[in-house]
């Protein structure tokens, strides 16, 4: 068996393993000491744990770090993630102070992966939220956290009656509508308002930027639509698929221009029959597609930054849960492509086009 394996198999086992040992983390009695409204304007520091490093997972975490920012105003954020993907996302929000990344890979980087736990006790925090509760390295990190409050995320979604249960599972406002709950089940007055969207904070230069980069790929006054492609594993739609796709978008859409967002692989699976734009930098990506009318893409990464863009959304969906991962905010829409033919799809996208 070669190394590669051999790591891949320990990986999987310490997976199993420290799901089963922090399966009971945060579910005994009381989770957190209680913030009441007399000592709100007393927090300073907040960490936000999801240590991940898809872009997907990472973007879906800036509603709870708005809504942490627009609850206590006075407070700067720390983030414990994984990989480098946070320094761009965060770039912008000027609250962001600390993000301690866990190495991508933890037995490669050893030395740095037990530096960044280190750091984790080391700093002292008057909240601790976690943001995602089936993920056993975000229970740890909250429970070892020198933290006054910890949300660890069970339990104060469930008695949540205002919201549907279809929000109750979106990966972005769940973590919100718990926190909401958590304060005031605390004695503290939460926030009302509507769920923040995902936001890159993109600057006005960098639209600006982007639109210039938009002329240069179209070179016309039309409107465009941004197309990705590309997906991970199932999620993923066939080349078939997307070459009929991307002809009937031709065809019903012939004053706008189709631009194609390419994966950093550079592939296309159009064969690279539209216009396209090809970056590294998430936040170039994200200023182009904030430049166009709509975006249209497969359940992804590239669908979450597109939402995040501010642009409206269209993410298609075949095998994970709509619910979940829904686009939302800005007229943006989830198809569900294993009930909607590609006739209703062009429909819904008129539709939208139409507003």
Same mark, same amino acid.
Not at 196 to 219: A, H, R, V, W, Y
Not at 243 to 256: A, D, P, R, W
Not at 261 to 268: A, M, Q, R, Y
């Given at each position: 068996?070669?190394? =590669? ?8 086992? $310490?997976?199993?393993? =420290? ?20 000592? +709100?304007?007393?927090?300073? +520091?907040?960490?936000?744990? +999801?240590?991940?490093? $898809? ?45 301690? *990344? ?77 926190? *909401? ?40 006054? $039309? ?43 550079? =592939? ?14 998430? +936040? ?28 409206? =959304? ?33 429909? *819904? ?7």
């Amino acid at each position: 068996m070669s190394s =590669t394996n051999i790591l891949a198999t320990i990986n999987t086992y $310490r997976k199993k393993l =420290t799901k089963l040992i922090t399966s009971q983390i945060g579910k005994s009695s009381k989770e957190s000491n209680e913030i009441k409204n007399s000592n +709100r304007d007393t927090i300073k +520091r907040i960490l936000i744990s +999801r240590p991940n490093h $898809r872009l997907g997972n990472i973007l879906l975490i800036t509603p709870i770090v708005q809504e942490a920012i627009n609850t206590f105003p006075n407070a700067k954020i720390d983030l414990f993630v994984k990989g480098n993907v946070a320094l761009s996302i965060f770039q912008n929000y000027k609250e962001v102070d600390t993000i301690i *990344r866990l190495p991508k890979q933890h037995f490669k980087n050893l030395g740095q992966y037990l530096f960044c736990w280190f750091q984790l006790i080391r700093l002292r925090y008057d909240v601790v939220i976690n943001c995602e509760e089936n993920s056993s390295s975000g229970k740890i990190s909250t429970k070892l956290a020198n933290g006054k409050y910890k949300y660890f995320g069970s339990k104060f979604i469930e008695n949540v009656l205002q919201i549907s249960e279809e929000e109750k599972i979106h990966m972005a406002k769940i973590t919100v509508y718990g926190f *909401r709950n958590f304060l005031a089940l605390s004695g503290a007055t939460s926030n009302s308002n509507d769920i923040p969207k995902l936001n890159l904070m993109l600057s006005e230069t960098e639209i600006s930027e982007g639109k210039k980069i938009m002329d240069q790929i179209t070179k016309n006054k $039309r409107k465009s639509i941004t197309l990705f492609t590309n997906a991970t594993g199932q999620k993923c739609y066939s080349k078939e698929w997307w070459t009929t796709f991307y002809e009937l978008l031709v065809s019903n859409f012939k004053e706008y221009t189709i631009i194609e967002i390419l994966p950093v692989e550079n =592939t296309s699976n159009i064969d690279f029959k539209a216009p396209t734009f090809y970056s590294k930098d998430i +936040r170039q990506i994200g200023s182009v597609i904030a430049n166009s009318a709509v975006f249209i893409g497969a359940d992804s990464g590239m669908m979450h930054l597109a939402s995040a863009s501010q642009t409206t =959304t269209i993410g298609l969906f075949s095998v994970t849960n709509t619910n979940r991962y829904t686009p939302y905010g800005n007229g943006s829409i989830a198809i569900d492509t294993n009930d909607s033919n590609f006739k209703d799809c062009i429909n *819904r996208i008129k539709n939208i086009l139409s507003k």
